[in-house]
């Protein structure tokens, strides 16, 4: 049995003349937390909607179990979850409606409760999506992507405009999600966020992959071309404070 849950060979993507995705090939092992890092239009988004099945694949091959995307769409819908940039949930239906909902879509039956107390919102079970803090909106998209148990699941930029606390509330959740045996495919653009989170990172720029290794061996090698920058170290930074004086005991925002 394949080590790899997703395999993607050669897999590209044009926009008219223009080719955004140039070729790009990786592999996501189970269980891990795989980062796609690279600058606006780098085709990071366009490489995650390709393997969503939410864009057609113009060349190459990308397969999740060892099922092609291309070839079976409603089979891959099936085994992924996905929490976009900007998600949207139906108006003035409650978070206990909705994860309902979304579970009966994939022919599943939960208990809503059980699911929002693992995210810490067992208490807004009766509350609307509208009413929520940033936080805790992009916490229910990511326990509403989870109601099948998938085996991928996909982030884009998770933590985008969201503050401190939240951010590391936000980061425990991307580790239980590990933990839980789902494998983990982000993009950010916090290099501190994919430091911590990431096992392994690919870096993009114009289409293609530049580099592709642990966060730590690639900051080994910059080392190693003889890369300095003036050091100023320090115990504590703003950010600590900041997470010390408003609280820091977890997804309690």
Known sequence: MSKYILTVENLRKKYGDK???????????KGEIFGI?????AGKTTTLEMIETLRPIDGGRASIDGVDVAKNPYEI??????QPQTPGFQDKTKLSELI???SAAYGERVDPKTFLDEVNLGDRA???????????????????ALVH??????LDEPTTGLDPQARRNLWELVEEVRKRGISVIMTTHYMDEAEVLCDRIAIMDDGNII???TPQKLIKDLL???????????????EDVFIDLTGKAGLKE
């Open 19 to 29: 080719e955004v995705v140039k070729g790009i090939s990786f592999a996501v092992k």
């Open 37 to 41: 890092l690279g600058p606006n239009g």
């Open 77 to 82: 819908r099936g085994m992924i979850g996905v």
């Open 100 to 102: 309902q909902l979304f």
């Open 126 to 144: 009766d509350s609307y999506v509208e009413n929520l803090s940033g936080g805790q909106k992009q916490r229910f998209s990511i326990v509403a």
């Open 149 to 154: 148990n998938p085996k991928v699941f996909f």
């Open 211 to 213: 580099a592709l290794d």
């Open 224 to 238: 190693s071309r003889g890369f300095t920058k003036k050091q100023h170290v320090e115990q504590a930074n703003l």
